[in-house]
DNA sequence: TGCGCATATGTCGTCAGGTGACATATGTTG
DNA sequence: CAACATATGTCACCTGACGACATATGCGCA
């Protein structure tokens, strides 16, 4: 099945909706929040992925309400949403902890030179 | 400076190069151990990859070796890079851990397999 | 009264980066 | 000698993020 890897915006949106349902506004502040202030989800971005996961079925929407006579949509997480979420979410903590191994691993042989000495050129 | 975030892909590459210096195909190998068999590397990433990262002198040309008459490039993290893989390291890590805080907020209410028990109204 | 700002939803063109298919070449193994 | 691993590289295509713009209401304040 080879499914793309989830993308760290989409992700971070599916996280935003990850404890409450939210609508579209509330998931950029949510965003923003969630990322220290160092991430701010343009609109662009934002409803396209909004119809791109409930395409996919990761979101669903939650309830439609009516604002100042303005429909506004509150979205979900889905059941699928849910375990995607948990699998990225390990996924990216396995890949994120490896790299610290790895860096960590090198430093501590410090400057080293590599096993393989230079071989011809 | 507002770069744009890293892809998995890429991180994995500079993961790749983390602990010593590889050539192409030694990465794509690489990468496939670090994700557990989960990602395979096409070529045509990992070439356009390796271009760019040079321009953004994220990793640098470690040496060059002649093989059975063909150039084998072997390249390595610069200390630049370096410092990105593990910033971006320590960025995804939080942002995981954050998904995960924010999943178990919830099914601590609804622990147990996850049943498609439309509770909401 | 109206100006600016926060709130709020949405569209569209552009672009970076990843994907998949293809090309090419050597060494190894059955 | 066929098939496969090793090895480097190109290119057309597509997805998804980005940035700019459009539009509308409520509210504070000058």
Redesign the pocket.
């Known amino acids: 099945m080879?499914q793309?890897?989830m993308?760290e915006?989409?992700l971070l949106l599916l996280t935003a909706l990850a404890d409450e349902p939210r609508?579209?506004?509330?998931i950029t502040q949510e965003i923003r929040k969630i990322s220290d202030g160092q991430v701010t989800?343009?609109?662009?971005?934002l409803?396209?992925?909004l119809e791109?996961l409930l395409k996919q079925g990761l979101i669903e929407v939650h309830r439609e309400e009516v604002?100042?006579?303005?429909?506004?949509?509150v979205y979900t997480l889905s059941d699928t949403g849910r375990e995607r979420l948990e699998a990225e979410a390990e996924r990216l903590a396995a890949t994120a902890r490896e790299a610290s191994r790895r860096l960590g691993a090198f430093s501590s042989q410090a400057t080293g030179s590599p096993r393989t000495s230079a071989a011809t050129a």
């Open positions: 080879t793309r890897v993308q915006p989409t609508h579209g506004y509330a989800m343009r609109t662009g971005t409803y396209g992925a791109r604002v100042d006579g303005r429909l506004r949509r």
